[in-house]
């Protein structure tokens, strides 16, 4: 399994570029991409996906130009979009069925393998009842259980977490670690946490770029010796931010604790153990 | 107020902000261009008995604003309603619920914005119609006002009273589309053959023509010197008219009170909305029946997915479980009482008398399905599923065929009875023309479909398909009723086959990009 993604753009309008200039290899295991909203990270995934065909450049897995031959792509593929739909009349089990049926999957097997998927994702219960009825993370699931139907060898999650639930995104990250074993898995997230426990491989995006890309320990370096905390009075906040990059802040008593990024950290200040989420943060502000 | 005017000009504008409203306007103008006709064509739009106006500027405003008033009060409803019903599917329903705009403000701007709708049409045609006066240039002078009064007091009165209707007709019936649809066509019907002699009654002419269509009278009779009542036509009359006779037209003086009665007619439009704003639930039904629904989660122990352990499936990509689900969707698709009328449709096929059954139930039969065929292509996209569809493993050559053949295989399923009639009697032939005109509108519910990215358009003319054909006109007969030779089958099957190309041709194209 390899995927290759060589100077990938897309462009939308005229001058207007959803990614521009994208190269990475991936093979097997997970790659988390980071960006923050508009960075072109489902832009990226539809091309992956066959949805949409790269304006320049190429995107091919083990040598196959999937521009050119989609279906070879499509026959591996388990797709989550961002924002997807579904018949709100046709229950879970016809909805799968429908959902298999497009992918090309069946035998004796199908049923049973539906029912244990919504089984394994907490969707047994409503399984007989409209989609339609479902809340916003059922839904979620349903796409999640559409991905999982056949054997996907190439599985792509845009934003899978949302509207789950602490529990349910818990339970997704243990399954996608499960899954990786011989597939590569590629999912897409503005939220650090969602990413940093389970992907081998990290890439952060801003503005249809990649700005770096590597396993988590590497991205995480660029960062290593910068982030400190201190403490400072409320009303200095504004101050503070504009000559230094925040990470978040909290109450302590009547001051703040800030923790922030720098070179030159102020006298009173704590060096702390980066964490992937300052590193996120000074990638994509300081480029 | 400013609001209010905003809140119609977004919606006016996200409306008529697509490509199937353009779609819209070139159909209109082609339309248009057939209200009067050219002076050698061999139909006729408005005549009395032998005789037609001069090509003057008063024949051009009158006969134009009198078919728009009909023709767009018919199509027109079609083209907007289910305004409210797009708020709904867009989830934009639920945003507006909560927002501070009063009910009786929605529906008004519902009503303007289907109005401004269809006054984008009325323009058109407006235009089309002097355009067309210069072009057939009879030697007549150009009297703007002849052209202005017409549309003013006759279109503009009627088609806002259509704007009017559909809206009642959605708060009314709600999610019943199909029943919306069935019930505007008899109120249509009815108001047309409210025929009225008597002067004071032509105020209950929602559509205003028939004033204008008396003083013609007059004056024909005029001619003619004769009493008895003149053999009127206003629509589409095919076949070699011989010459017509010509008199001169030059307008008519609207009377104070048939001026006044136009104005009513719009108050009585707004009077219904009002009345109607009480009713109107404000998306809470739909909130209601979810709320219903919804299911209570069990909490449970968290159970995990081994993937590693569940059965493994088998890949399979023949096309016929596909086409099994498509048909079963299909078949599944609106409300459970459209299949008693299916069966009714069915039974009647067996039994009426075959002439009958072939020519007026069959098409009707067909045209109730509109619903579920007129999204064939377009479903995925308004229920949002195209990332699904498009990824699956060839799209084309599994998922496109299966799903116009499970469509095609729908509608031969409800011609069923007739089929085995026409086989018992052994006339191969018509079996293949209706097999033929299952697919011919599969096919271009289809076209139209990748074309617009809409089914409006579609059911507009799938519409005015069935109302030709019911009404006996062989021109437009795709399934074969009417008496034809072996060559109109020929024909007819080339024109099947010109179209499922250009829709696969279409849909591929479409894939590419
Ligand atoms: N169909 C489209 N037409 C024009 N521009 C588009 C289209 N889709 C995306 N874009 C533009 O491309 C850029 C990248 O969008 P994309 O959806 O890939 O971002 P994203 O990283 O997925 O953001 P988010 O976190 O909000 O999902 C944005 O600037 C967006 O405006
Ligand atoms: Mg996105």
Not at chain 1, 222 to 248: P, W
Request: aromatic share 12%.
């Amino acid at each position: 399994m390899k995927l290759e993604i060589q100077n990938v753009s897309k462009k939308y309008q005229r001058n207007t570029y959803g990614l521009k200039d994208f190269s990475i290899t991936i093979e097997k295991g997970i790659l988390g991409l980071l960006g923050p909203n508009g960075a072109g990270k489902s832009t990226l995934l539809k091309m992956i996906a066959t949805v949409n065909k790269p304006t320049q450049g190429i995107i091919s897995l083990n040598k196959n130009n999937i521009a050119k031959d989609a279906n070879y792509m499509r026959k591996q593929l388990g797709f989550l979009p961002q924002d997807f739909g579904v018949y709100p009349n046709l229950n879970a089990y016809e909805f799968l069925e429908y959902m298999a049926a497009m992918k090309g999957i069946g035998g004796s097997n199908l049923k049973s393998r539906i029912h244990q998927l919504l089984n394994g994702l907490n969707l047994i219960d409503a399984a007989k009842k409209p989609i339609g009825t479902y809340s916003g993370g059922m839904k979620q699931r349903i796409g999640i259980a559409q991905v999982l139907l056949n054997d996907p060898k190439i599985i792509i999650f845009d934003e899978p977490t949302v509207g789950l639930d602490p529990e349910e995104r818990v339970r997704f990250r243990s399954l996608i670690s499960d899954l990786a074993n011989d597939c590569i898995v590629i999912l897409s997230s503005h939220i650090v946490s969602d990413i940093d426990t389970i992907a081998d491989q990290v890439a952060v995006m801003k503005n249809g770029t990649l700005i770096t890309n590597g396993n988590q320990d590497y991205i995480i370096n660029t960062v290593s010796s910068k982030v400190y905390e201190t403490t400072i009075k409320k009303d200095d906040l504004v101050s503070f931010k504009l000559k230094n990059l925040v990470v978040s802040t909290s109450r302590k008593n009547e001051n703040l604790q800030v923790r922030y990024i720098t070179e030159s950290p102020t006298s009173n200040s704590v060096q702390q153990i980066a964490t992937l989420e300052d590193a996120y943060l000074y990638l994509t502000k300081n480029n | 107020m400013k609001s209010f005017v905003t809140i119609i000009k977004l919606d006016y504008l996200q409306r008529t902000r697509s490509y199937s409203f353009l779609i819209t306007l070139c159909a209109s103008l082609a339309i248009a261009y057939t209200f009067v006709p050219e002076p050698n064509a061999n139909y006729s739009t408005i005549r009395i008995a032998d005789y037609v106006g001069v090509y003057n500027s008063a024949w051009f405003g009158y006969v134009t604003a009198i078919m728009t008033s009909i023709f767009l009060s018919l199509i027109g409803f079609y083209l907007i309603n289910g305004n409210i019903k797009t708020d709904i599917d867009n989830r934009v329903g639920h945003i507006i619920a909560a927002t501070r705009i009063r009910n009786l403000s929605y529906l008004l701007s519902k009503v303007l914005s289907n109005f401004m709708l269809l006054l984008s049409i009325v323009g058109v045609v407006f235009v089309m119609s002097i355009i067309l006066f210069f072009l057939y240039n009879a030697g007549y002078s150009f009297e703007i006002i002849h052209f202005i009064k017409p549309y003013i007091f006759i279109t503009l009165p009627a088609i806002f009273f259509i704007a009017v209707i559909a809206v009642v007709f959605e708060v009314l019936f709600e999610k019943y589309t199909t029943l919306q649809n069935i019930l505007f066509f008899f109120l249509f019907s009815f108001l047309v053959l409210f025929s009225s002699k008597n002067e004071n009654q032509f105020l209950f002419d929602v559509f205003g023509n028939k004033v204008v269509i008396q003083q013609m009278e007059e004056q024909v009779k005029n001619i003619t010197k004769s009493d008895e009542t003149k053999s009127l036509s206003i629509g589409y009359v095919l076949g070699n008219v011989k010459k017509a006779n010509t008199f001169e037209f030059n307008g008519v003086d609207f009377s104070t009170s048939f001026i006044i009665s136009r104005f009513i007619w719009i108050g009585l439009g707004l009077g219904f909305i009002i009345l109607l704003t009480p009713f109107f639930n404000r998306f809470n039904k739909e909130n209601n029946n979810t709320k219903k629904a919804t299911i209570a989660q069990k909490p449970q122990g968290v159970k995990e997915i081994m993937l590693s352990v569940i059965p493994k499936v088998t890949e399979n990509y023949r096309i016929l479980p596909l086409l099994k689900t498509e048909f079963f969707l299909l078949f599944r698709k609106g409300k459970k009482w459209l299949w008693i009328i299916n069966i009714i449709g069915m039974l009647l096929l067996a039994v009426l008398p075959l002439k009958i059954a072939y020519q007026m139930a069959l098409p009707i039969i067909w045209f109730l399905q509109v619903h579920r065929i007129s999204d064939i292509t377009t479903r995925e996209l308004t229920h949002n599923i195209h990332y699904f569809t498009c990824t699956s493993y060839r799209p084309m050559t599994r998922l496109l065929i299966s799903k116009l053949c499970s469509a095609i295989l729908l509608v031969l399923l409800l011609a069923s009875p007739l089929l085995i009639r026409l086989s018992v009697s052994l006339d191969f032939l018509s079996i293949l023309t209706i097999v033929l005109g299952a697919t011919f509108i599969v096919m271009m519910a289809t076209w139209f479909g990748l074309l617009t990215r809409g089914k409006k358009l579609f059911e507009v003319l799938f519409f005015m398909l069935t109302y030709t054909n019911i009404n006996g006109i062989a021109f437009v007969d795709y399934f074969g009723g009417y008496e034809h030779q072996k060559f109109y089958v020929v024909q007819l099957a080339l024109l099947v086959i010109v179209v499922t190309c250009s829709c696969f041709i279409l849909k591929k194209y479409q894939l590419e990009k």
